[in-house]
C-alpha cells in the first residue's frame, strides 16, 4: 500500500510569487491536513479537508489556502508569498476526518527568497 | 497555537543507553501519538494510545498514557545509531465535529557512537 505522496520535495520561489503543493494521501483515506513546520513554531495546523470540504483551520492568514479533489487528492496555495513561509509542509491523511491515527507525507520544503 | 510540553528538547546519549522522554498538557487528551522524524522527511507514527494508563511496547520502545491523561511518557531501551532524530508527541483536538493534531515541541536525540 503506497503511503501518502507530496510533490514536489523541493521549491524555491522569490517574495511575491504564488506555490501550489500537492498531496496524494494513502488509497482509501479520506482526511487529509496540512501542516507548517518551522524551527521556531514547530508544527503548526493550517487545514483539514474530508469529503471535499475544508473542516478545520488554523491561524494563518487567508494567503493560505487549499482543496480537496473527488479522489482525496489535496493541493495547497501559498499567494504572495513572503521570506518567513519557507519551512517544510506537511501533508497527513487519516481514515476519516475523526480518525486519530495520521501518517504523513515526506513534504514539501519551501524556501522564499 | 496550543502545544504540548515535552521535555527534554535535546539528549545527547551514548549508544547503548536507555532514554525517556515525556510530553505533559494542561488539558485531558483522550488520545497520544508518538512520532519520529528524520531529516528532511515527514514525521513517523511509532506508537497511538487510547486508555488512560496504557503501556505499549513497539520493539525497544515503550510508550505510557498517564492516569491523569494529562501526559504521556517514552521510552527507548538500549539505543542504537537509528534511533537519532526529533521525536514529538501529539494529541487529538476536537473542532468544530473535525479533528487537529497538536505536536509538543520535539525531542531531539543524538547518539555518540
Known amino acids: 500500500k503506497a503511503g501518502v505522496t507530496q510533490t514536489p520535495r523541493y521549491l524555491i520561489k522569490t517574495r511575491g510569487q504564488q506555490v501550489t503543493l500537492s498531496c496524494s494521501p494513502i488509497?482509501?483515506?479520506?482526511?487529509v491536513s496540512w501542516y507548517q513546520q518551522t524551527p521556531g513554531q514547530g508544527l503548526q495546523f493550517l487545514f483539514e479537508?474530508?469529503?471535499?470540504?475544508?473542516?478545520n483551520k488554523g491561524n494563518f492568514p487567508g494567503r493560505f489556502s487549499g482543496r480537496q479533489f473527488s479522489n482525496s487528492r489535496s493541493e495547497m496555495n501559498v499567494s504572495t508569498l513572503e521570506l518567513g513561509d519557507s519551512a517544510l509542509y506537511l501533508c497527513?491523511?487519516?481514515?476519516?476526518?475523526?480518525?486519530?491515527?495520521?501518517?504523513f507525507g515526506q513534504g514539501t520544503r519551501l524556501t522564499v527568497v | 497555537g496550543q502545544q504540548l510540553n515535552q521535555s527534554p528538547q535535546s539528549m545527547f546519549i551514548q549508544e547503548g543507553e536507555d532514554v525517556s522522554m515525556n510530553c505533559t498538557s494542561s488539558?485531558?487528551?483522550?488520545?497520544w501519538l508518538w512520532y519520529k522524524q528524520d531529516p528532511g522527511e515527514g514525521p513517523v507514527l511509532l506508537i497511538a494510545?487510547?486508555?488512560?494508563?496504557e503501556l505499549t511496547s513497539n520493539g525497544r520502545l515503550t510508550a505510557q498514557f498517564g492516569i491523569t491523561r494529562k501526559d504521556s511518557f517514552l521510552n527507548i531501551s538500549a539505543s542504537i545509531p537509528s534511533d537519532v532524530g526529533i521525536y514529538f508527541c501529539?494529541?487529538?483536538?476536537?473542532?468544530?465535529?473535525?479533528?487537529?493534531?497538536?505536536f509538543g515541541q520535539g525531542t531531539r536525540l543524538t547518539i555518540n557512537p
Open positions: 497527513a491523511s487519516s481514515l476519516d476526518s475523526l480518525n486519530t491515527e495520521a501518517f
Open positions: 488509497s482509501g483515506h479520506r482526511s
Open positions: 479537508y474530508f469529503s471535499e470540504t475544508q473542516r
Open positions: 488539558s485531558i487528551f483522550n488520545t
Open positions: 494510545l487510547y486508555k488512560a494508563g
Open positions: 501529539a494529541g487529538p483536538r476536537r473542532v468544530r465535529g473535525a479533528q487537529k493534531l497538536v
